[in-house]
């Protein structure tokens, strides 16, 4: 705890606090309809709020005022008439209890070819603790519902909101350029299947500032086509970490270039900074990536590069990842390993690793210094670095 309040109070001093200035709102869903009893369905008000809000010709905005607004499935489509829609939330989104109802679509509030559009505040309650229960008995289950996706899109902002037990992904960003997400809370139980907090994929320019990020899944999850992103001032936990992959899943795949993780806290999660890829053929590549400024606290693999990824040993076993990663630095990373070895470089035989820098590393565990394990892979290491590099 000493570890996570240090943290807060030097990076977080003003995350959560939000001020508003006086806006004109010109479509409230109230009066368009909803209800804030959590019960009466209020999918039709939203649906009328974005048709008006998209064809208006002048910058224009949405309110959701205090209360809990049961919404199934929507879908906000553009392009719109105008690139300055503002969405104000001051309640509570809630999803159905019954898992079935939005389990079986792609995303429960999905924003697809907008430009343009700002949603600030609020709480989106994914209710996805039944799906969870069901993922882990025996009965078939629906895939569940990302709570938030954002999908060919540019020029959008997610600030100060709060997301809360999603079915599947929290939030996704797909095939979209210049989004910024600032003062995030995504929050789901540490043994929920699947709940990445954010994941991006297909997107360049993506930015993930002054947020809190637990789930049971990845706090953060980089997929294929990603470049230019920007993470900086983050804490997670419970959770997988932040994952650049898992990459090689196709033979064919955009590969993940100029990407920045700096000013993070890794309390308790099974990793911290991790790249992984598939045992399996693949031309993607992961190259210039920098994570800077990170603290591991009782973290079980702080630092991991894994190219022979291959889960219930299926479609892979055998074979060398062609995924090439190159370029990546450690820079600053310091904190505890909950095992002996804190750095695992496992890259592939016929692709090794190259470019890898460590550069000042202290990890220790149990009041020791931790270990290190190489494969096929080079680089330097400089200043202080603790394992002994094994590069």
């Known amino acids: 705890m000493t570890i996570l309040r240090g943290f807060l109070l030097l990076f977080f001093p003003f995350v959560f606090l939000y001020s508003s200035s006086a806006i004109a709102f010109s ?8 209800k804030p009893d959590g019960k009466s369905d209020s999918t039709k008000a939203f649906e009328t709020a974005w048709a008006n809000a998209c064809g208006s010709t002048r910058p224009t905005s949405i309110y959701v005022p205090p209360g809990r607004y049961y919404l199934r499935s929507l ?24 898992y079935r109802v939005i389990g079986n679509s792609a995303a429960w509030i999905l924003f697809r070819r907008v430009d343009g559009v700002t949603i600030s505040g609020g709480v989106f309650d994914g209710k996805g603790s039944g799906l969870w229960a069901c993922k882990n008995s025996t ?40 989004i910024k997400m600032k003062g995030l809370v995504v929050l789901a139980s540490g043994n929920s299947p699947n709940t990445d907090g954010i994941h991006v994929q297909l ?23 990603t470049s230019s992103l920007w993470v900086e001032n983050i804490v997670c936990g419970p959770g997988h970490g932040i994952s650049i992959g898992s990459l090689a899943k196709d033979l064919e795949e955009a590969g993940v ?51 022979n990824y291959c889960p219930s040993h299926k479609d892979c076993p055998g074979q060398a990842s062609g995924v090439k990663i190159s370029g ?24 090794p690793c190259s470019g890898i820098k460590m550069e000042d590393v202290q990890l220790s565990y149990k009041d020791q210094i931790a270990g290190a394990t190489c494969r096929h892979v080079g680089g330097t290491a400089t200043g202080r670095v603790e394992p002994s590099s094994c590069l």
């Open 75 to 98: 879908t906000f489509n553009g392009p719109c008439k105008n690139n300055a829609i503002f969405i104000r939330i001051d309640g509570t989104l809630v999803a159905p209890s019954d």
């Open 203 to 225: 997107s360049s320019d993506v930015t993930i500032l002054n947020s809190k990020i637990g789930t049971g899944d990845d706090c953060i999850s980089i997929g294929p086509g």
């Open 328 to 351: 990546v630095t450690y820079q600053d990373i310091h904190g505890t390993s909950a095992t002996q070895i804190a750095v695992k470089f496992d890259c592939s035989p016929t692709n």
């Open 257 to 307: 270039q100029n990407v920045t993780i700096k000013k993070a806290l890794f309390s308790r999660t099974q990793n911290g900074v991790r790249i992984k890829a598939w045992g399996r053929p693949s031309n993607g590549f992961v190259k210039n990536i920098l994570f800077q400024h990170i603290v591991m606290d009782n973290v079980q693999n702080p630092i991991v590069i894994d190219q």
């Open 27 to 34: 479509n409230n869903v109230v009066d368009l309809g909803a």
């Open 139 to 178: 009965r078939t289950c629906p895939s569940g519902a990302t709570t938030i996706e954002i999908s060919n899109s540019k020029n959008v902002v997610l600030s100060a909101l709060t997301s809360l037990n999603s079915q599947m992904f929290h939030i996704v960003v797909n095939g979209c350029q210049n």
